[in-house]
C-alpha cells in the first residue's frame, strides 16, 4: 500500500499535468509569483490572520497583519545538524523599568506646567499627584486620566548594578512627547505611534543611567483625539541559542490563491513547507473551517539516507491582544489526535473594539496526527534551546508568551521522501455582536460542532482539501489571466486570500448570512458599506452570497427602523461590535449609490432579480435620495474620505447615475417596464448633463466648476460591465488617453490634489480601457509597486505612486476590487 506522502504526491503530479495542460492550452505561464510585499502565511479572519514581511522565512518574526509578532518557528534537523527554516526565535529582554504591559506602576504627575528643572533628578515634585499608570484619556484604559493638552511625568528607580547592554525605551506616545533621564534629554518622539513600542537609545542617552537613584522624566502632548502614554526601560540579553541552529537555504517561495509554497535547502535534505488556508468561496462549510494546515515534504538530495525530524513552534501571542496578557496553554488527546491549546486567562469575551487589537479571547490549537508526534509547552524565548535539550512540559502552564512546541520525527529519509502536516485553528467562541446579539462562528452552526470534533474532520480530510485547494488555486489564476494578463492575475492572487480573511462569518438572528468585514488599518469600522463596494467583484465572480451577506446587514440596519434616513447607513458599527454606525458622519450619495449598484450586479450575475425584489422598497427610498441629490453632489465625503470633503465631485456623480440606471435596469428585470423607462431616462437625461457640465477639453474634470482638475472616473465602470450604456465609447476613450499622460512609476494618481493613489481603484479605471494594451499600461505600474514597494506590510491600497511607500491602510478586503476586470470579462465577453 502507498503511504500518504505516496499519495499525496502521485494526486499532486496528476492535477499538476492538468492544470498545466489546461494553462498551455491557454498560453499561461507557470503560476509562480516573483514577490509580494507581505507573504499570507495563516488566513482566515481579521484576528486569526499570520503573515510574514520578508522575502525569506527566516528573515522576521512572522506577524499579525498589523505588525505585532505572532511567532512560527521551524527548525529541521538532519543527522544532528540543526536547520532553522522558520521565523526567526524570539529575543530575550531584561527589564529595567516596567512599561504598563508588565504592571501598573506609580509615578508622579502634574497638568501644569512644571517649574525650570522638572527633569532633573533632584528636583523637589513632592507637590505633584501620585498615581497608577499608564495615562490615558480612554474611559476603557486603567490608570491616571487625562482630558488636558500637557501632562508631566516623573518615575523613580533604583539600580544596584549598571547593564552592560544600551538601553531600550519602551514607549507609547500620544501625541508628541519628550523622555529625559537624570536631567538629560534621551529620546524625543514627534507625532503618535499608536502602540507600546521599543526604540534603541544611543550610547551616550544610555549613558545617563547611574547606580543608585534615577528618574525617568517625561512630557507629553496631546495636539487632538484622545491622549496616551506609557513608558518604561529595559535592555536586549545576548542570547547564543541559536548560534547551534544554521539558518536553512531558501531556494523558492510562490504564492497561489490558498497556499504559500516555500523551498529550502537543508545539507543533505531539502524541505518544502507549504501553508493552506482553505478559503473555498463556493464551499462555505470550507471557508468558515477556522482550521489551516502547514505541509512539510522532505527528502535526501545526495542519495543517501539521513536522520531527520521537524520542531514547530506556534506562539501563544496569536491569542492574546498582549505578549504581556496571562495565557493558559495545556496538551491533550482526542480523536486520535494530539492537541495543545491556549487562551488568556481573563478571556474577555467581545470587550475590546478597535482597530489596532488582536483577539483575547476564545482559544489557539494546534493539532498533530499522531506521527509519534511529541507536544509540549515552553517560554517563547526558551523555544530554540526546548528543543535542542532542555525539555519543555506537556502539563498545563499558566503564563505570559508561551509557545506550543510540536516535534514530528521522519525517521530515515532518503530519496523518495516522506510528509507530513499538522493543523492550527481557532476558535472564537463569539466572533462578532449584532445589534445586542453575540453571534457564534459559521461552523459552529452545526448541531453538535466542537472544535475537537472539526480538527479530526480536517486532518480526515486532509488529501482531498488540498487537492481542491490546488484545483481551485489553478482555475482562480486562469481566470484572472484569460482577463487580463500575467501581471494581472499575479496581482489577483495576491489579493485573494487578504481579501477573504478580513471578514467573519456568521448567521444573523433573523437566520441571514452575514460576511462582515473589518476596515483593517483604517478605522476598524465594521461591515463599511464603501468597502464592501471596492471589495465586491471578487465576491460576483465567485459567490455572490457572501456579497449578500455584506449587505443583509445595512438592509436590515434600515429595514428594522433602528436606522431612518432615507439614504443607506456608512457602517454597522466598530469591529467587533455590530451595534450602529459608529463613522461621525454619514455618506448618503456614496452609501445609497454602492448599495444599488451591488443590487443590481446581483441580478446581473445571478441573472435573477430576486435578491433586489426581496429589498425594492429600500432600494427605491435609496435611488429617489440620489435622484434628488446625486447629480451635484454637495460637499459630501465619498468613499476617498482620506483626501477630504469635496463638493461638486464629479466621479460621485457618475455614481448616483449609475446607479440611477441599474435601478431601471433592475426593475426591467422585475417586469416594472414603466418604472423602468422612467429611471432609465433619468440616467441617460443625467449623464447626458454630466457629459457637458465636467468637460474640461482633453478630459473630465475632478469637480464641476473646476476645469483645471482631473481625477479617476473609476465609478463609470459599473456602465460597461452591467450594460447600462450611458456614457458614449468617446467618453471613456478620452479620459483613458488622459490618464495615460498621468502615470507617475508607480501608478496613476487618485486625482490631481496629490499624487497618492488607491490601487483598487486604478483595476477599476483600467476595466474601462477599450484597448487592453491601455488596460496593461495602467496595470503594469500596479505590479510594479508589489514587486518594489518598500513598505513591507499585507497589500497596502493607498500608497505614493512617485515612491510606491504606503501612505496607509494595509490588510484590507477592497483589494477583493482587483478582480474588476475578470468580472468585466465573465459579464460582457469582452478585455
Known amino acids: 500500500m502507498k503511504n500518504n506522502f505516496d499519495i499525496l504526491r502521485s494526486g499532486v503530479k496528476t492535477f499538476r499535468a492538468l492544470a498545466m495542460g489546461a494553462l498551455l492550452a491557454s498560453a499561461a505561464p507557470a503560476m509562480a509569483?516573483?514577490?509580494?510585499?507581505?507573504?499570507?502565511?495563516?488566513?482566515?479572519?481579521?484576528?486569526?490572520?499570520?503573515?510574514?514581511n520578508t522575502d525569506k522565512l527566516t528573515e522576521s518574526t512572522t506577524t499579525h497583519w498589523t505588525g505585532k509578532p505572532q511567532s512560527l518557528l521551524g527548525v529541521l534537523k538532519v543527522d544532528g545538524e540543526f536547520y532553522r527554516f522558520m521565523g526567526q526565535p524570539a529575543p530575550k529582554y531584561k527589564t529595567i523599568l516596567a512599561a504598563s504591559d508588565e504592571t501598573t506602576y506609580t509615578c508622579k504627575y502634574t497638568f501644569t506646567e512644571p517649574a525650570a528643572g522638572w527633569e532633573k533628578s533632584d528636583f523637589a515634585d513632592a507637590a505633584w499627584t501620585t498615581g497608577k499608570g499608564p495615562v490615558s484619556s480612554r474611559e476603557s484604559v486603567k490608570?491616571?486620566?487625562?482630558?488636558?493638552?500637557?501632562?508631566?511625568?516623573?518615575?523613580?528607580?533604583?539600580?544596584?548594578?549598571?547593564?552592560?547592554?544600551?538601553?531600550?525605551?519602551?514607549?507609547?506616545?500620544?501625541?508628541?512627547?519628550?523622555i529625559y533621564l537624570n536631567g538629560k534629554l534621551i529620546y524625543t518622539a514627534p507625532g503618535a505611534n499608536g502602540d507600546l513600542q521599543m526604540f534603541e537609545l544611543t550610547e551616550s542617552a544610555s549613558s545617563a543611567l547611574k547606580t543608585g537613584e534615577n528618574v525617568l522624566a517625561i512630557h507629553c502632548v496631546n495636539t487632538g483625539g484622545p491622549g496616551s502614554l506609557d513608558v518604561g526601560l529595559s535592555v536586549k540579553l545576548e542570547d547564543k541559542t541559536d548560534e547551534a541552529v544554521k539558518v536553512a537555504k531558501q531556494t523558492s517561495v510562490k504564492v497561489n490563491a490558498t497556499q504559500t509554497y516555500y523551498s529550502?535547502?537543508?545539507?543533505?535534505?531539502?524541505?518544502?513547507?507549504?501553508?493552506?488556508?482553505?478559503?473555498?468561496?463556493?464551499?462555505?462549510?470550507?471557508?468558515?473551517?477556522?482550521?489551516?494546515y502547514i505541509t512539510y515534504e522532505v527528502k535526501a538530495n545526495d542519495g543517501k539516507t539521513h536522520a531527520v525530524d521537524i520542531y514547530q513552534g506556534v506562539s501563544t501571542t496569536a491569542a492574546s491582544n498582549t505578549a504581556a496578557q496571562e495565557v493558559k496553554a495545556e496538551t491533550y488527546n482526542a480523536n486520535g489526535l494530539k492537541i495543545m491549546k491556549a487562551g488568556t486567562t481573563e478571556q474577555p469575551v467581545l470587550q475590546k473594539r478597535g482597530d489596532d487589537l488582536r483577539i483575547d479571547w476564545g482559544y489557539l490549537y494546534v493539532a498533530s496526527p499522531t506521527y509519534n508526534a511529541r507536544q509540549y509547552i515552553s517560554t517563547e524565548d526558551n523555544a530554540i534551546s526546548s528543543y535542542l535539550g532542555t525539555p519543555g512540559t506537556n502539563a498545563t502552564v499558566v503564563g505570559k508568551q508561551l509557545m506550543l512546541n510540536t516535534l514530528l520525527p521522519f525517521g530515515r529519509i532518503g530519496k523518495n521522501g516522506a510528509e507530513k502536516h499538522i493543523a492550527l485553528a481557532y476558535d472564537d467562541i463569539y466572533s462578532v455582536q449584532y445589534f445586542g446579539t453575540n453571534l457564534r462562528p459559521w461552523w459552529r452552526n452545526t448541531p453538535g460542532a466542537t472544535i475537537d470534533g472539526v480538527l479530526a474532520a480536517s486532518l480526515k480530510n486532509y488529501l482531498t482539501v488540498m487537492a481542491t485547494c490546488r484545483n481551485e488555486d489553478a482555475k482562480i489564476y486562469l481566470n484572472a489571466y484569460q482577463a487580463g494578463g500575467e501581471k494581472y492575475a499575479k496581482l489577483c492572487v495576491l489579493a485573494y486570500r487578504q481579501g477573504l480573511a478580513a471578514h467573519a462569518l456568521v448567521k444573523s438572528p433573523q437566520g441571514e448570512l452575514l460576511f462582515l468585514s473589518k476596515e483593517n488599518f483604517s478605522n476598524g469600522s465594521i461591515n463599511t458599506v464603501d468597502i464592501t463596494y471596492p471589495c465586491a467583484p471578487m465576491y460576483l465572480l465567485y459567490n455572490p452570497e457572501l456579497l449578500k451577506g455584506m449587505m443583509n446587514g445595512i438592509f436590515y440596519y434600515s429595514e428594522s427602523g433602528k436606522w431612518a434616513k432615507p439614504f443607506a447607513a456608512h457602517d454597522l458599527g466598530t469591529y467587533p461590535l455590530a451595534n450602529g454606525q459608529t463613522y461621525g458622519e454619514d455618506m448618503p450619495v456614496e452609501e445609497s449609490g454602492n448599495m444599488v449598484i451591488l443590487a443590481a450586479a446581483i441580478t446581473a450575475v445571478e441573472k435573477d432579480p430576486s435578491y433586489a425584489k426581496k429589498h425594492w422598497k429600500t432600494l427605491t427610498t435609496w435611488t429617489n435620495y440620489l435622484a434628488e441629490a446625486g447629480f451635484d453632489p454637495g460637499n459630501q465625503l465619498c468613499t476617498d474620505d482620506f483626501a477630504g470633503h469635496l463638493a461638486h465631485n464629479a466621479n460621485l456623480s457618475i455614481k448616483a447615475i449609475v446607479a440611477i440606471g441599474a435601478y431601471g435596469k433592475m426593475a426591467a428585470a422585475l417586469g416594472d417596464t414603466k418604472t423602468a423607462a422612467k429611471y432609465t431616462a433619468m440616467a441617460k437625461d443625467m449623464a447626458a448633463k454630466w457629459i457637458a457640465k465636467d468637460d474640461a477639453g482633453d478630459h473630465f474634470a475632478l469637480v464641476f466648476d473646476n476645469k483645471n482638475t482631473w481625477s479617476q472616473k473609476y465609478n463609470m465602470v459599473w456602465d460597461k460591465v452591467l450594460g447600462l450604456n450611458l456614457f458614449p465609447k468617446a467618453v471613456y476613450d478620452k479620459e483613458i488617453k488622459y490618464y495615460l499622460g498621468k502615470q507617475e512609476k508607480y501608478g496613476l494618481p487618485l486625482d490631481s490634489r496629490k499624487t497618492y493613489t488607491k490601487s483598487d481603484w486604478i483595476m477599476w479605471t483600467a476595466a474601462m480601457a477599450s484597448d487592453p494594451k491601455d488596460f496593461q499600461a495602467l496595470v503594469a505600474p500596479i505590479y510594479k509597486f508589489a514587486q518594489e514597494t518598500p513598505s513591507r506590510v499585507p497589500l497596502n491600497d493607498w500608497h505614493e505612486t512617485t515612491d510606491g511607500k504606503q501612505v496607509g491602510f494595509q490588510a484590507r478586503s477592497v483589494v477583493g476590487g482587483y478582480y474588476m476586470q475578470a468580472l468585466k470579462f465573465k459579464l460582457t465577453g469582452k478585455k
Open 33 to 52: 509569483q516573483d514577490h509580494a510585499p507581505s507573504y499570507p502565511l495563516i488566513t482566515h479572519t481579521p484576528y486569526f490572520s499570520i503573515w510574514s
Open 143 to 178: 490608570g491616571i486620566r487625562w482630558e488636558t493638552k500637557d501632562i508631566w511625568v516623573r518615575r523613580s528607580f533604583t539600580m544596584n548594578e549598571l547593564p552592560k547592554e544600551r538601553l531600550l525605551l519602551s514607549l507609547f506616545h500620544d501625541d508628541g512627547a519628550e
Open 264 to 292: 529550502f535547502k537543508c545539507g543533505a535534505v531539502d524541505l518544502n513547507v507549504t501553508f493552506t488556508s482553505p478559503l473555498l468561496m463556493k464551499d462555505l462549510k470550507a471557508l468558515a473551517n477556522p482550521v489551516s
